[in-house]
């Protein structure tokens, strides 16, 4: 149990274009679903919380009109990169958590890497 | 928010016990200890989590002092494939949900 999925898993598009990014919880419901980001050889990056029905919360440095969170279900939430630059070619990761507690494991998806030209 | 501070690497010869210890000094009292694994190009793996003592699962070994200011992740006999990225993170809640931030993690370099 406690599965997530994310797709696609790798995606390339031509700088300026928007993409999308799902995350879904498969075997359970998540009330809260994370957007993380990691560069080549670094560490995961927190950019957003999100819970359902809600608006996300963006760390700090992440633009929320650059990053799209849609966490329209307790099973899917969406990361949209608009206008996408060849910096922004990373490897997005979400998680999802039932409860969003302290206490609660978050469950990550496999991640999607993302190359823009 | 707590911060965390592990080693940056380990090499470890297979079929030993690997201890990777974590340090939080500035855990709060509510705040659980996560271990997790990362292979290259995946997402990280849950592999153990613990207030305080001990933990034990069929992977690994959490271990916890009494003042919870450190821990240790313990993998008996590692074998080639424990090869990963493993990170420690302490539980912030922020906003009535949890949000974690992850250190540098530690590379272990399981060695045949």
């Known amino acids: 149990g406690a599965v997530v999925s994310q797709h696609p898993s790798r995606v390339i598009c031509k700088s300026g274009t928007s993409v999308k990014i799902e995350c879904r919880s498969l075997d359970f419901q998540a009330t809260t679903m994370f957007w993380y980001r990691q560069f080549p050889k670094q560490s995961l990056m927190l950019m957003a919380t999100s819970n359902e029905g809600s608006k996300a919360t963006y760390e700090q440095g992440v633009e929320k009109d650059k990053f799209l969170i849609n966490h329209a279900s307790l099973t899917l939430s969406t990361l949209t990169v608009t206008s996408a630059h060849p910096e922004d070619s990373s490897f997005y990761i979400c998680s999802a958590s039932r409860s969003g507690l302290a206490r609660e494991t978050q469950y990550f998806g496999p991640g999607t890497r993302l190359l823009v030209l | ?112």
Not at chain 2, 38 to 67: M, W
């Open chain 2, 1 to 112: 928010l707590a911060k965390t501070t592990q080693p940056i690497s380990m090499d470890s010869y297979e079929g030993q016990e690997v201890n990777i210890t974590c340090s939080h000094n500035n855990i709060a009292t509510n705040d659980y200890i996560t271990w997790y694994q990362q292979f290259p190009s995946q997402g990280p793996r849950f592999i153990i989590q613990g207030y305080k003592t001990k933990v034990t699962n069929e992977v690994a070994s959490l271990f916890i002092p009494a003042d919870r200011k450190s821990s240790t992740l313990s993998l008996p006999r590692v074998s080639l494939s424990d090869t990963a990225v493993y990170y420690c993170l302490v539980g912030d809640r922020s906003g009535g949900y949890q949000k974690v931030t992850f250190g540098t993690g530690t590379k272990l370099q399981v060695i045949p």
